[in-house]
T-cell receptor, first 112, second 113 residues
């Protein structure tokens, strides 16, 4: 059974800092991995999807890397802004291409 | 921009009542999902649906749950006899193809009293 761990659980930084969120998963036989953000009481917004054959994916100030063999992914946020404050969730997808398994998330607060 | 829409946004029901949660996936998407999130806990997979049948379901998705695509646009989750522990936010999601990016709706909050 896939288990996903995200570190740190919470992070508070001043505006403008670059930061790294970590995700580890126990079963490396994944199809892909997706990063989401969740604002309080809201749905999940997709940020990046990395296919299992890819090493990294970039979108604007976000860069996600994937080391499938070691069961790790990182989300790098450059020049953080208060609007980045949210919970960030990592979710690998099983080889069936069907089920996402979510971590507890990293709650990010960016202070102006 | 296309989005997944869910109704109702919040439903309060009595224990033992039937509840139907509705979702309109993105129009050209073929794979549909339900996930739930109990307050303060992880998002959990319930069921995936493709080609008018369930492709995969979790251990949570017992006989009290069912899904249906009654027409070309709606995707529903039915809970036959609600329990207190069914109180959660239920998220619908869709993807264009297997292994593709999942797009989630804003969720339906279910409160069982």
């Amino acid at each position: 059974k896939q288990e996903v761990t995200q570190i740190p659980a919470a992070l508070s930084v001043p505006e403008g800092e670059n930061l790294v969120l970590n995700c580890s998963f126990t079963d490396s036989a994944i199809y892909n991995l997706q990063w989401f953000r969740q604002d309080p009481g809201k749905g999940l917004t997709s940020l990046l999807l990395i296919q299992s054959s890819q090493r990294e994916q970039t979108s604007g100030r976000l860069n996600a890397s994937l080391d499938k063999s070691s069961g790790r992914s990182t989300l790098y946020i450059a020049a953080s802004q208060p609007g980045d404050s949210a919970t960030y969730l990592c979710a690998p997808e099983e080889t069936s291409g069907s089920r996402l398994t979510f971590g507890e998330g990293t709650q990010l607060t960016v202070n102006p | 921009e296309p989005e997944v829409t869910q109704t109702p946004s919040h439903q309060v029901t009595q224990m033992g009542q039937e509840v139907i949660l509705r979702c309109v996936p993105i129009s050209n998407h073929l794979y549909f999902y339900w996930y739930r999130q109990i307050l303060g806990q992880k998002v959990e997979f319930l069921v995936s649906f493709y080609n008018n049948e369930i492709s995969e379901k979790s251990e949570i998705f017992d006989d009290q749950f069912s899904v249906e695509r009654p027409d070309g646009s709606n995707f529903t989750l039915k809970i036959r006899s609600t329990k207190l522990e069914d109180s959660a936010m239920y998220f619908c999601a869709s993807s264009e193809f297997m292994g593709g990016e999942l797009f989630f709706g804003e969720g339906s909050r279910l409160t069982v009293l």
